[in-house]
C-alpha cells in the first residue's frame, strides 16, 4: 500500500505543531482509493459489435464500398485501435495505396462517427450490468470517477450522458485528446494529469489486453472484465480478471481473490489499490 503524507507520523507531527487538528481532508485521504478510471468501448457498455461494427458498415455502404465487417472479422481488426487507423489498416491491407486509404479513413471515420452517434440517440447502447451502480457508490463515496478511452470525443460524450449522466465523471479522456492509443499509455498519464493523482491512488476497469497493458504502462493496476470478443486474451498484466463486474448469483473470477465473485464493488476496488504490482 502507498503511504501517503495525509496519513503518516510525519504529518501527524506536522498538524500538531501548528495547533492543527486532523482534518476531515486529511481522513478523507487517508482513503487509499482516490479514483477509478474506466475504459468505456467493451467496459461501461458493448458497443463494439452491434454499434461500432454497424456504423462502419453503414460507412461503407454509404460511400459505394462494398466492405462489410462480420461479427468474428471485427474481432480480429479489434487488435487495432482508434476507428481511423481500423480503417486506414483495413484499406491499405486491400490494395488501396496508402495515400488513398488515409484519406478514405478520415470520411469514412467522419460519417462512421455521425451514425454512431445517432444509433446511441436511438437508445440502443446500454450499459454493462453492474455499471451504474458502482460510479454511484464510489460518488457517494468521495471515490472520483475518470474515464481513459480510445474512442473519438464526439460519440464518447453523448454516450456517457445517456447512460450514465456526464456529471457523473470527474475528468473524461479520449481518443481526441492523446496522439498516441491504447496500447500506449498516454490516456492514461493524461487522466492521471488531470485529476491530478499518481498511479498509485487509482485502479482502471479495461475489457481488453490493449486497454490493460496501457493502464499497466501507466503505472495502474487494472482490473479486467472481460467480454465476448476480449475472453482469450493475455491479461497477465491485470490484477483481476472477472467475467462481468455484476451478476445476480456472481460473477466468474477468471484470475485474483475470489472474493470478488460477490461483484466489482467500492470495498473490492479498494483492496485491489492495496496489491502490490
Ligand atoms: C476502443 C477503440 C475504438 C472503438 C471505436 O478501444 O479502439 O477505436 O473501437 O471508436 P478501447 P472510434 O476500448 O481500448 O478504448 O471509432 O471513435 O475510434
Ligand atoms: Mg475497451
Known sequence: MAVRLGCTPLHRRWCARRGRRLTLMSIERMDPLRAVIFDVDGTLADTERDGHR???????????????????????????TGGRRRIE??????????????????????????????????????ERPGTAELI?????????VAIATTGTSDWVRPLLDILFGIDAFDVVV?????????????????????????????????????????????GLRCVAVVNGYTRDQDMSGAVAVLDDLARPGGVSVLKGDPQLAAGLTVAALRRLVRVVA
Not at 495505396?97 to 444509433?119: C, G, I, M, N, Y
Not at 454511484?136 to 472520483?144: D, K, Q
Open 54 to 80: 454497424v456504423a462502419f458498415n453503414a460507412a461503407f455502404e454509404a460511400a459505394g464500398l462494398s466492405y462489410r465487417w462480420s461479427v468474428e472479422e471485427y474481432g480480429v481488426l479489434l487488435a487495432t
Open 174 to 218: 479520449t481518443g481526441s485528446d492523446v496522439t498516441d492509443l491504447k496500447p500506449d499509455p498516454a490516456v492514461y498519464l493524461e487522466t492521471l494529469v488531470r485529476l491530478n493523482l499518481t498511479a498509485a491512488d487509482a485502479v482502471a476497469v479495461e475489457d481488453s489486453a490493449n486497454g490493460v497493458q496501457a493502464a499497466v504502462s501507466a
Open 89 to 126: 489498416r483495413y484499406l491499405q491491407s486491400h490494395g488501396h495505396s496508402p495515400t488513398e486509404a488515409a484519406e478514405l479513413a478520415v470520411t469514412l471515420h467522419a460519417d462512421k462517427t455521425r451514425r454512431f452517434v445517432a444509433l446511441v440517440r436511438t437508445g440502443a447502447m446500454q
Open 136 to 144: 454511484n457508490a464510489l460518488r457517494t463515496e468521495g471515490v472520483a
